[in-house]
Nanobody, 115 residues
Framework: QVQLVESGGGLVQAGGSLRLSCAASGSIFSINVMGWYRQAPGKQRELVAVITSGGNTNYADSVKGRFTISRDNAKNTVYLQMNSLKPEDTAVYYC?????????WGQGTQVTVSS
C-alpha cells in the first residue's frame, strides 16, 4: 500500500502563485509515475502534469508555461509549482502515483483562484 498526502492548497488572487506538495509513504516502488490531476465542480477529473521517476514530464496544454512539476526521489515527494494562476484553475488537486500497474490517489487539496 502507498499513502499520498497533499498539502499547499489555498486561496490566491489571479496572477498569484501556489506550490503543492505530495508526500508518498508505504510500499513505494522506485520506478513509478507521479502526477497531479484536478477536478472542478461539475467537471471530470483531468490531467495537469505527470513526471516519471527518471524526470520526464508531460503537461496539459492549459497549464504549459505556467505550472512546473518536479520530484525529489530521496523524499518520495512530488511538487507542483503553479504561477500566473487563473480563476479557471480553481479545482481540487489530486496527487496520483502509478507503479507496477497499481494506481494510488491522495485525498485532494483545494485550490481557489479569485478574480
Amino acid at each position: 500500500q502507498v499513502q499520498l498526502v497533499e498539502s499547499g492548497g489555498g486561496l490566491v488572487q489571479a496572477g498569484g502563485s501556489l506550490r503543492l506538495s505530495c508526500a508518498a509513504s508505504g510500499s513505494i516502488f522506485s520506478i513509478n509515475v507521479m502526477g497531479w490531476y484536478r477536478q472542478a465542480p461539475g467537471k471530470q477529473r483531468e490531467l495537469v502534469a505527470v513526471i516519471t521517476s527518471g524526470g520526464n514530464t508531460n503537461y496539459a496544454d492549459s497549464v504549459k508555461g505556467r505550472f512546473t512539476i518536479s520530484r525529489d526521489n530521496a523524499k518520495n515527494t512530488v511538487y507542483l509549482q503553479m504561477n500566473s494562476l487563473k480563476p479557471e484553475d480553481t479545482a481540487v488537486y489530486y496527487c496520483r502515483q502509478t507503479a507496477r500497474l497499481i494506481t494510488y490517489w491522495g485525498q485532494g487539496t483545494q485550490v481557489t483562484v479569485s478574480s
